[in-house]
């Protein structure tokens, strides 16, 4: 027993120094908080300054509905703890955060692994989490992924345990957190139900039910309370609460549009609902592949580079396909496994979790969002390959130990081979300078991933407006709540708009100071503006692309400035 404690001991210790070895890089500096981490820090900022729920960049300050509550929580503990919101100083202490939570989810998937795995293979499985791309990358991010998933996996570890009171009330409450921190935690309580179903203890399952129902509720009637309210009805410009406009929007508003970045092409039928379920679920198993390894394009420029160090083409293109089908298939082995052991919880909630990512029209997310259900898939992918390795070594049982470990190491030396290299990429190249200023108007020097020329680009010109705007004024900016940390000027989403009039007509309804354009996702509506009224916008500040890679979708921003007062039109009806 104290041999067996010994082993256990020294996996958990191996795995929270890699964790650790795997933060060493990026301990200075705040958080990342582009993106939606902009967004949950702003509602932290507002919850911790006692204004409630509410977008602190949109004039008016506005409700939200779309992010859930949990991260914009801690944010505001941290703020409240340190008497300080400022972005560096409450950022770093964020980031020291994150570092803690990354180590215990890594600890926690261990623990979890080993009440289905082996010793051996837990800690291989472990490692392969631990080294993800995403995992590491979102673990960067001031995004809830890996604060969700922690508590989903230890929401598993209490339900693998005889039941109790102490224990029923911690899984009761660890539900409500994953769901409070993510709504597709609602999988989580559905596949918890579901297994109470299965195992027909029928009043367990009604239980289950009422503690699913009472967080799914509360959060669908604070939207109904918001968006039926007067403040909701009342905007401060027109588009303000536009279906395409999605921080200001529900999941549900914005989902109605074919894509949500191209509302031009109007509202999505049933038809094209389904059409969009069966296509993401087309491309599911190699995004399932990818979440247990390298995405695909990783794979190829690996597979690229071995053969231009061999001086010859071994490896064929296909070679990747075929690698990542041969993972989905040990993982669809696993789940069919877990399922023929009556074992349901953990196949439901990450089939369940894979179905409702497939009804989202965000494909370029799908990584992001398989990423919590990493420790789960890959649980998965170990017991469909334990079970074909077994099955292949009773072929030869005066062999089969030496068999089985051959196979093991043929399938998964692969694997964590190209997530180190992958890694090693990722903190060689893609771990970018960047810098910024805190309340005290010192510059801080830290790093951050994927901080391409268009983030730099777009910084600095936010810097140059920080400089220069004065009291009242607003920026329309692709990244809103970002721009208002940077800037603490109010800040909006340009509008959506292919007619240039009629997005003219939406920018004087503000209205805006300073348009920025940038070669970003929505360059074709911001550009044609100004191009095509050049007497109401004069460009300020311009920022030459530097960078030429090919993970850049562009690097120049330009900053246009109002001429004159804007003419406000109503629409026409």
Known sequence: MDSFKGKEFIAVLVLSVLAILSWLPRLAGPIDLRWDGAAYYVLGTALAGGKGYRLLNEPGEIQTTLHPPMLPLIVALHQLAL????????????RCFSLIIFVAYVIATYFMLRLFLPPGYSVLAGMICLLQLHTVFMSDLNFPEIQFSLATVLFTLCNAKHSNLPQGILRAALSVIAFALRTIGIAL??????????????????MRLVILLVPVICWIMYIAHVESGQEYKNLLYEYQRADYAYVNVSYARNMKLKDPFI??????????????????LSIMPITLGEAVSVKKDLWSLLRQEFNARVGYSMLHSKIVDITLICLVLFIAGGIWHQLASRQYFIPFY???????????PWQVQFNRYMAPLAPFLVLSFFLGLKIAVGRVARLMPSKESIINRCLICLVITPILVSQFAVLVMLYTKWHQKAAIADTNGLKVDYRLFFYYDIDRATDAGLDWIKKRARGGEVIAATNPQWAYLRTGVKSVLPPLEIDVREAQRLLDSVPIRYLMVDDGIFHKYTSRVVAENPARWLKVYTSPSTDTSRENDGGKIEIYERVGKPQIRKKPR
């Open 83 to 94: 008497q300080t919101d400022d972005i560096v100083t409450v950022g770093r202490w964020l």
């Open 189 to 206: 309580l559905v596949a918890w139900m579901i297994e109470s179903v299965f195992q027909r203890r029928y009043k367990q399952a009604v």
């Open 263 to 280: 509302p031009e092409l109007g509202y999505a039928t049933l038809e094209d609902r389904f059409g969009r379920f069966f296509s993401n």
């Open 350 to 360: 990450t089939l369940l979790s894979m179905a409702l990512i497939c009804v989202t």
